[in-house]
């Protein structure tokens, strides 16, 4: 290797050669390193490429997960207002329903109130015609007992009369004998 030093030393032409070579070759270890240098690069980033795609994926899988999990809610958030819009109208209905029923309460509540006082009105006439009822009663025992009295009286003024209407017979046929045997 020291002579082709000392050969290379002599002749110029070999020495540019030589050196161009060397350059030449310094550029290709340049190019080399460098070049492994952005495989290395590129091969960590294709890695954390690769960890960031894995981690994605996976990231992707829990969000897929839990749109699945937001979509069954979301159908049941839309089933249960869809039972709350019918709740809402059944509401909606049984209000009106009400409303009807309240009216027609407060007719019954009228009704009786009127009912009431009629039914007030007739205990007070009940009661004035019992009371009437009873005096009447009353007077009518009353008036038994004066017309039993009387037919009693009656009864004893017509005997009394017959007596008297047979003696005055009595008289009438004594005083005709009387008066036919002085006539005679």
Do not use: C, P
């Amino acid at each position: 290797m020291d002579e082709l030093i000392a050969k290379i030393g002599n002749d110029s032409t070999l020495m540019f050669t030589g050196a161009i070579s060397l350059v030449v070759l310094l550029f290709i270890v340049l190019v080399v390193v460098v070049s492994s240098m952005r495989v290395k690069t590129y091969k960590e980033r294709f890695l954390n490429v690769q960890i960031d795609n894995q981690e994605k994926e996976k990231l992707i899988a829990e969000l897929q997960k839990e749109l699945q999990v937001l979509k069954i809610k979301n159908a049941q958030n839309e089933q249960e207002l869809q039972q709350f819009a019918q709740t809402k109208e059944k509401l909606g209905l049984t209000e009106e329903a009400l409303q009807v029923s309240q009216k027609e309460a407060n007719a019954f509540e009228k009704l009786q109130s009127q009912t009431k006082s009629k039914f007030e009105h007739t205990e007070n006439m009940y009661e004035k015609l019992q009371s009437e009822h009873k005096s009447l009663q009353e007077r009518l025992e009353s008036l038994n007992e004066e017309n039993s009295k009387l037919r009693v009286n009656n009864a004893r003024l017509l005997m009394k009369l017959e007596t008297e209407a047979r003696f005055a017979s009595q008289l009438n046929n004594r005083f005709s004998e009387q008066n036919g045997k002085e006539n005679s």
